[in-house]
């Protein structure tokens, strides 16, 4: 093999020329070496002086974003005033099986780590609108802080209500409600879920548009905070509108000693609202076999609750009704009917059981009165109810 020199000699070459060409390549690479480490040390001292200047001084120069529409589908609670307390408006896009999941929530600590003023939680079960609303407004005067109120109304009723008024934006979402189905029992059950979701409500009253209260509100208030039982209306009928309505296929669940009637219109404390909302063992059975003329509203709940509770009933309702002109319905009451007298007779006849001791009072509010009695009772209430 030839050596190195004399093969570039051969090919032309000369050795001399290739030595100073590759000399000077190794002289450029170092050149380029070193701009590009002094490009290297200005970038990283450009940016150490940027970021100190823009920490001093950057805030000056921030062009201000819009604040972001997009709301995040949950917020979690930075404290219980979050969810505690009566919101202003009571209108929310749950659907009912979310609504009575949502309102089974129960604390299973019963120390409440707040100051907490349990409340009556008002339930209207109303077609339209509220003709005695005058008279209930007197009622309430006064007490901001121990009720609250909730409307169920047929869902095409548009409600105008002035916002001076306890009403005001207390209609809950609503759904048809037919007079012996169970959609009716649906729309109570809606009414007491609604009101669950307010932890301050200890005791719910279901009432009409036709109920009147029969005393002022610091006597009710009394009456029911202090009663060892729920007012739900039980007692077994024997008779063709009470066992003769029973279907045998309620069975296992429920038997026909089990069987129980009792008037629509309740008071009951959280612990019943919860178990008629989280119910789904007894609910089938009655939605499924009683149908006209078996008139569920008045088995349901009083049955489903002697079977589960039975101590925890006053098995009577606070609200008074006169049957003694028969039929399907209760007697109504109109203007000419709105008299002292009238009201004399209905508490002197009164005599019941409260907390296991004899007493003269029975009943807190009343039924049926149109409205045109609206005028004559804002005449006596101050008289007659005492308020």
């Not at 505690?84 to 604390?107: C, K, Q, V, Y």
Request: with cysteine.
């Amino acid at each position: 093999m030839l050596p190195k020199r004399l093969v570039a000699f051969e090919e032309g070459k000369d050795p001399a020329s290739i030595s100073a060409k590759m000399n000077s390549s190794r002289a450029l690479s170092l050149k380029a070496i070193q701009i590009f480490l002094l490009l290297l040390v200005l970038g990283l001292g450009f940016s150490i002086i940027s970021m100190n200047t823009f920490r001093y001084f950057g805030k000056n120069y921030v062009t201000p974003e819009a604040p972001s529409t997009v709301q995040p589908c949950f917020v979690e609670a930075s404290s219980t005033k979050s969810w505690i307390g009566t919101p202003s408006s009571l209108w929310h896009a749950m659907n009912d099986t979310e609504l009575f999941w949502r309102a089974s929530f129960s604390p299973r600590i019963k120390e409440y780590p707040f100051k907490r003023v349990p409340k009556i939680a008002f339930m209207f079960f109303t077609k339209g609108p509220l003709p005695l609303a005058p008279l209930w407004q007197k009622f309430f005067d006064g007490h901001k802080e121990l009720y609250s109120i909730y409307i169920h109304s047929t869902p095409s009723y548009i409600a105008t209500i002035p916002p001076t008024s306890v009403f005001f934006n207390r209609h809950i979402p609503s759904q048809v409600a037919e007079w012996g189905q169970m959609s009716m029992c649906d729309a109570e059950r809606r009414l007491l879920a609604n009101a669950l979701l307010d932890i301050s409500n200890e005791w719910f009253v279901l009432v009409s548009e036709s109920c009147i209260p029969l005393h002022n509100f610091s006597i009710v208030y009394r009456y029911i905070s202090r009663s060892k039982y729920s007012f739900m209306g039980s007692f077994d009928d024997h008779g063709p509108h009470g066992r003769g309505r029973y279907n045998g296929n309620m069975e296992p669940e429920v038997t026909l000693s089990q069987w129980r009637k009792g008037s629509q219109w309740f008071e009951v404390d959280r612990r019943l609202a919860v178990l008629i909302v989280e119910d789904i063992k007894y609910y089938p059975k009655f939605k499924n076999f009683c149908k006209p003329a078996c008139y569920v509203d008045e088995h349901y709940f009083p049955t489903m609750l002697t079977i589960e509770v039975p101590h925890l009933l006053a098995n009577r309702t606070l609200t008074w009704t006169d049957w003694s002109r028969g039929g399907a319905h209760p007697a109504t009451f109109g203007k000419s009917d709105i008299t002292e007298e009238f009201f004399k007779k209905i508490f002197e006849r009164e005599t019941c059981l409260y907390n296991n001791q004899p007493s003269t009072v029975c009943s807190l509010f009343a039924r049926k009165f149109a409205p045109s009695a609206l005028d004559p009772l804002l005449e006596l209430s101050s008289k007659v109810f005492g308020f």
